[in-house]
């Protein structure tokens, strides 16, 4: 079968080939110590990160084993969730871990394979025979077996240089959003623990906790009512009233609704520090649910605390310190909501909390216009992954 992408540079003409992967490439297995290696070449599942963001070297080596041998302009693909798109051009020679399946292509452009093993079509292929539910894997075979085109070295070079242009400019946005967070988080601490007129409270001195969704099975995601995801508020200050999931909820149900002006943390995480993490909604959408790893808090009594204000402590290195020892477990911690309710904090005058507030609102709204620009880059290149291949 030959055909011609929806999308192409104007130089060139005539149809492409239609392959398979292992037509052009090859999956290595050789395998050599872990002795031999330093922390800046050897690779696990967890140092890759995904597409755009390439990479993050390992902390710690096992030793006395045999890992697979990678080779500068190899392409490494996590064979774990392959969902997360965790994919890496190599820009050096080492050895990864067995859950990493090191590529190789010898019968076409490297960077151009890259593009095509990064995308969504790829990605969707192999999540279609994936083993296992709560750890899935990649099956080698099935992706030996994966069908596209190609066309001649020349036009391939040039559709993967065109490419990792896009994603040096993604790479650009994602630092400056970097230095937005960094910035934003410096302001907070400094200006909080520089106030010398501070309050002692505990948060239920000013607000009630409530549970998020309970009895819910997987059948019950997917359309209904929205909820506010564990990333949603893992991940921000403020919660992203557009980034939300559905649930059914049935009229006779007792479960707790998000109000305006609540704060929201993380309950279980997989390392004590990314325990109780929080965010505040600032949305006006009723009736909004809270996902069940989550729990919330309304507040009850404004003269003492300003919620939007709740917002930037709650990510200040003085509260953070003060909940890590709250997290609770070896494997995974959890927080325990009673003794969180009770712990006091010390808190700036609600004067100052709203100076404060304003403040670093101003940052953040820029923050937000970043955002979207990195959205917007990665949509583009999801367009343009689908437009320029077969």
């Known amino acids: 079968m030959c055909d011609v992408p929806a999308l192409r540079f104007p130089e060139f003409t005539g149809e492409w080939k239609s392959v398979h992967l292992e037509d052009v490439a090859e999956f290595q297995k050789k395998r050599i110590s872990s002795d031999l290696l330093n922390n ?11 597409n ?3 990479i993050q ?22 064979n774990i969730r392959p969902y997360l798109k965790k994919v890496w051009f190599s820009d050096r020679k080492g050895g990864c ?15 151009f394979l890259y593009y095509v093993i990064a995308s969504d079509r790829f990605i969707n292929y192999v999540m279609s025979g994936v083993k296992g539910v709560k750890m899935p894997r990649g099956d080698k075979n099935q992706m030996k077996k994966y069908a596209f085109s190609i066309p001649t070295n020349t036009e391939q070079r040039k559709i993967a240089k065109f490419l990792s242009m896009l994603d040096e400019r ?7 959003i970097e230095k937005y967070e960094s910035l934003i988080q410096a302001m907070c601490d400094n200006l909080i623990e520089r106030e010398i007129q501070q309050v002692t409270l505990s948060f239920s001195d000013f ?17 209904g009512y929205p909820f506010i995801t564990y990333m949603n508020v893992y991940q921000n200050q403020i919660i992203d009233s557009t980034d939300v999931g559905l649930v059914k909820i049935n009229e006779t149900e007792q479960q707790s609704v998000v109000h305006y002006g609540d704060i929201l943390l993380t309950l279980s995480s997989e390392t004590p520090e990314e325990v109780g993490m929080g965010a505040v909604y600032l949305g006006e959408t009723y009736p909004l649910y809270l996902n069940s ?25 003085s509260f953070r310190k003060a909940v890590y020892p709250l997290a609770q477990g070896s494997t995974r911690f959890n927080l325990q909501k009673s003794d969180f309710m009770k712990k006091h904090f010390s ?17 953040s709204d820029k923050l937000i216009i970043e955002k979207l620009i990195m959205r917007l880059l990665c949509k583009q290149k999801c367009y343009l992954l689908r437009q320029l291949f077969i």
């Open 347 to 363: 808190f700036p005058m609600i004067e100052k909390q709203r100076k404060i507030y304003s403040i670093l609102k101003a940052y």
């Open 40 to 50: 800046n070449n050897y690779i696990s599942t967890e140092n890759i990160l995904q």
């Open 170 to 176: 993604i790479k650009l946005q994602n630092k400056i």
């Open 293 to 317: 790893f989550c729990f919330g808090i309304h507040i009850t009594d404004e003269a003492k605390i300003y919620p939007p204000f709740l917002a930037y402590y709650v990510s200040s290195q």
């Open 97 to 111: 871990s067995a859950d990493v399946f090191v590529l190789r292509g010898d019968k076409c452009d490297q960077h």
């Open 207 to 223: 607000g009630q906790s409530y549970s998020g969704l309970s009895g819910k099975n997987a059948e019950d995601f997917g359309e």
């Open 57 to 78: 070297y390992s902390s710690s080596i096992p030793t006395n084993t045999n890992v697979i041998e990678y080779q500068k302009g190899d392409i490494l693909l996590s």
């Open 52 to 54: 755009f963001e390439g």
